[in-house]
């Protein structure tokens, strides 16, 4: 079973990226997926969750992201982004069906992937 990110890399304020997340070994349909992040000298930060139906975001996420999912992939769609964006971001799993912002929740976590916000 694995989760891996992609689409991570260095932007200018106020610039865009779309963070992807692919499953091995499941199928994404059957679980709950969110987006958490994790800044240097900093803890892991909640930032959104998709169910079948039901999306929910953090605070961090202020109106600019957007999760989304389709049969093969999740999304991040991260837009207006600021420098306090920066951070690794990571995909995770969950079996059971119902949201969580907590990260001892997700059974499943990829391995992240860089995001640079800097001019």
């Known amino acids: 079973v694995q989760l891996v990110e992609s689409g991570g890399g260095l932007v200018q304020p106020g610039g865009s990226l779309r963070l992807s997340c692919v499953a091995s070994g499941f199928t994404l349909d059957d679980y709950v997926i969110g987006w958490f992040r994790q800044a240097p000298g900093q803890e892991r930060e909640f930032v959104a969750v998709i169910s079948s139906n039901l999306k929910y975001y953090g605070g961090s996420a202020n109106g600019r992201f957007t999760i989304s999912r389709d049969n093969a992939k999740v999304y991040l769609q991260m837009d207006s982004l600021e420098p306090d964006d920066t951070a690794v971001y990571y995909c995770?799993?969950?079996?059971?069906?119902?949201?969580?912002?907590?990260?001892?929740?997700?059974?499943?976590w990829g391995q992240g992937t860089q995001v640079t916000v800097s001019s």
């Open positions: 995770v799993a969950r079996r059971v069906a119902t949201m969580s912002r907590a990260a001892g929740d997700y059974d499943y």
